[in-house]
């Protein structure tokens, strides 16, 4: 399983990025995908998931009404798009699956990591 990510940058606060990871070696339509981030000097945190289908998401509180988590299985690409962005959502931001194929809250329960891609907000 391979799982790249990218379309991280430098960008102003209230700009917008558009995150992909684009997955191989696996059947992409079968396996949940989840998003995280992790700022330096804190721990990785859930961003958000995405269901097999695409038909069920969840983001958290912080990004919600902000971020956007959508997939293509045709392309075996997830992609998140971050709009409004805050100087806080600076981090490393990676995409993973579960070899049990579900979605699941904690980065403890994800067995496969995309390399990540960085997004630096400036103020």
């Known amino acids: 399983v391979q799982l790249q990510a990218s379309g991280g940058g430098l960008v102003q606060a209230g700009g917008s990025l558009r995150l992909s990871c684009a997955a191989s070696?696996?059947?992409?339509?079968?396996?949940?995908m989840g998003w995280f981030r992790q700022a330096p000097g804190k721990e990785r945190e859930l961003v958000a998931t995405?269901?097999?289908?695409?038909?069920?998401?969840y983001s958290v509180d912080s990004v919600k009404g902000r971020f956007t988590v959508s997939r293509d299985n045709a392309k075996n690409t997830v992609y998140l798009q971050i709009d409004s962005l805050k100087p806080e959502d600076t981090a490393v931001y990676y995409c993973?699956?579960?070899?049990?194929?579900?979605?699941?809250?904690?980065?403890?329960?994800?067995?496969?990591w995309g390399q990540g891609t960085l997004v630096t907000v400036s103020s």
């Open positions: 993973a699956t579960s070899a049990y194929r579900n979605t699941y809250y904690s980065a403890v329960d994800y067995e496969y």
């Open positions: 995405i269901s097999r289908s695409g038909g069920s998401t």
């Open positions: 070696g696996l059947p992409f339509s079968s396996y949940g």
